[in-house]
Every structure is written in structure tokens, then in C-alpha cells.
């Protein structure tokens, strides 16, 4: 068995999950999930809790298994697992709600880790790497402090930046601010409004419409394991198809 070829055709979607399911015991958490994103796209996934969001943006890594279908990252389809799936994850950046760093090391040592650990990169080098991305994240002048003695947005900023010290292809945000306190917010989201802007292929679970109007290329509305609306952040504001995402902004706007 030979491992598989990454394409090299530039139209392959950096992104590409077909005909995807997925059962948490009897609930259908995913069902038929159809959905490609092209090179430099951000899409922004909304819904309604419990409508399946984090489970897509966690299979596109295979944090989460699948039942059937196919997913696949810039032509190259996501092996079960081994080796080559770890090889494949390493071009997917992840940050979550919870910061997950590790706290008896310090912020630059959290952000070279990977790096050397799993791609080999020369300490030196990736200490500098690591340098410019706390540079590029706003928080340089913090990278000798312990994740304890930072606040809630500069520890997530950390972890965009210990993402994007694997040079990822693409990066997955599952409410990357939904555990921060609100003036914490604006310091993260500013940051993914950069990486948007850099070209970034990008998707993000949020609650922060805001941002989605501003950073986002696309929003996808989910609803009980579908993908119920697929359009332009425009749209999606001011003209909602279904009677669900007319229902699901009504509450979340009025806010």
C-alpha cells in the first residue's frame, strides 16, 4: 500500500468532506455533509448548540471519527490513522475554547515545541520562528511568563500562535472566544481578522457575528446535523431562507 499523492492540481479545495455522517450513540450528529473549501476561504459555521458545528470542525482533523463518507485536506483524503494521518494533521492548526497549553512551560518553549518535536526544525530556528509569531500575535514581550500568568486572551493568542508555528495549510477555530471574558474578545478576533487577510484558509465555529460579517467569506447555518444555509455573510444577515436561521438570528442579534 502506497500512501496517497497529494494533488497538485491548484483547483483541489484546500477542504473537501462528501456524503460525511456521524452517530453519537442514536443522535445523528453529522448527517450527509456535503462541503468544500477552496484555498484562502474563510467560513464561518453557526447554528444553534447541539446543531453539530464543533463536530464538523473536529472531523476535519479526525479529532472526531466518522461513520461514512470522505474527508479531505488540499487532495489528499484523511487516512484512519497512523502515521500518515499525524503527517496530515500537522497541516491542520487547531484552537479551541480551552487554551490547552501546557502550564510548566513557559509561552516561547509552548510554541516551539511542535515544531521541533514533530517536524524536526532545528531549535535555534524554531525559537526565532516562535519569536515572530508571538511578534505577529501581539505578546513578544511575554514570551519568558507561564500560561498562569497571562490572561484568558493572550493565552488564546498563544495558541494561534503555537498553531501557526506548524506553518498549517489550514487553520479550524472551534469558539475560540467563547470561554474569554468579553473585553478579552476584541484581542483575539483581531488577530483572526489579520490571519483572514494573510489568506489563511480558515474555519471557524462562533457565536461572534461581528466577526463573521467582517472576517468571513461564508457562513454555513447548521440545524440538526445539516448544513441548512450555505451563503455570503450578506446574505445570511439580512435575507435568512429558512424560518430556523430567521429564529436563530432573531435571538442572537437582539442581544
Same mark, same amino acid.
Given at each position: 500500500?502506497?500512501? @496517497?499523492?497529494?494533488? =497538485?492540481?491548484? /483547483?483541489?479545495?484546500? $477542504? &473537501? ?14 448527517? /450527509? ?9 474563510? +467560513?464561518?459555521? !453557526? #447554528? ?5 458545528? &464543533? ?10 471519527? $466518522?461513520?461514512?463518507?470522505? $474527508?479531505?485536506?488540499? #487532495? +489528499?483524503? =484523511? ?8 503527517? =496530515?494533521?500537522? /497541516?491542520? #492548526?487547531? !484552537?479551541?475554547?480551552?487554551?490547552? =497549553? ?18 524536526? $526544525? ?5 525559537? @526565532? ?23 484568558? #486572551? ?12 506548524? &506553518?498549517?495549510? +489550514?487553520?479550524?477555530? /472551534? ?39 467582517? @472576517? ?40
Amino acid at each position: 500500500m502506497t500512501d @496517497a499523492v497529494p494533488s =497538485l492540481t491548484e /483547483d483541489a479545495p484546500m $477542504i &473537501s468532506m462528501r456524503t460525511v455522517d456521524k452517530h453519537f450513540g442514536a443522535l445523528h450528529v453529522l448527517q /450527509d455533509i456535503n462541503l468544500e473549501v477552496p484555498k484562502g476561504q474563510v +467560513v464561518i459555521v !453557526v #447554528g444553534p448548540s447541539g446543531s453539530g458545528k &464543533s463536530t464538523l470542525c473536529r472531523t476535519i482533523n479526525r479529532l472526531e471519527t $466518522i461513520d461514512s463518507g470522505t $474527508i479531505a485536506i488540499d #487532495g +489528499v483524503q =484523511l487516512p484512519a490513522e497512523g502515521r500518515a494521518l499525524a503527517r =496530515l494533521r500537522a /497541516d491542520v #492548526g487547531m !484552537v479551541f475554547q480551552s487554551f490547552n =497549553l501546557f502550564a510548566h512551560k513557559t509561552i516561547l518553549e509552548n510554541v516551539m515545541l511542535a515544531p521541533v518535536k514533530v517536524r524536526g $526544525i532545528d531549535k535555534t530556528k524554531a525559537r @526565532a520562528r516562535a519569536m515572530e509569531l508571538l511578534e505577529r500575535v501581539g505578546i513578544a514581550n511575554q514570551a519568558d511568563k507561564y500560561p498562569a500568568q497571562l490572561s484568558g #486572551g493572550q493565552q488564546q493568542r498563544v495558541a494561534i500562535a503555537r498553531a501557526l508555528a506548524m &506553518s498549517p495549510k +489550514v487553520m479550524l477555530f /472551534d469558539e475560540p472566544t467563547s470561554a474569554l471574558d468579553p473585553e478579552m474578545v476584541s484581542e483575539v478576533l483581531e488577530v483572526m481578522v489579520q490571519l483572514a487577510k494573510d489568506g489563511m484558509t480558515m474555519v471557524v465555529v462562533t457565536h461572534e457575528m461581528g466577526f463573521a460579517r467582517k @472576517a468571513g467569506n461564508r457562513v454555513l447555518f447548521m440545524d440538526e446535523g445539516r448544513i441548512a444555509e450555505d451563503t455570503d455573510p450578506d446574505t445570511f444577515f439580512t435575507a435568512p431562507k429558512s424560518e430556523r436561521a430567521k429564529d436563530f438570528l432573531g435571538k442572537i442579534l437582539s442581544h
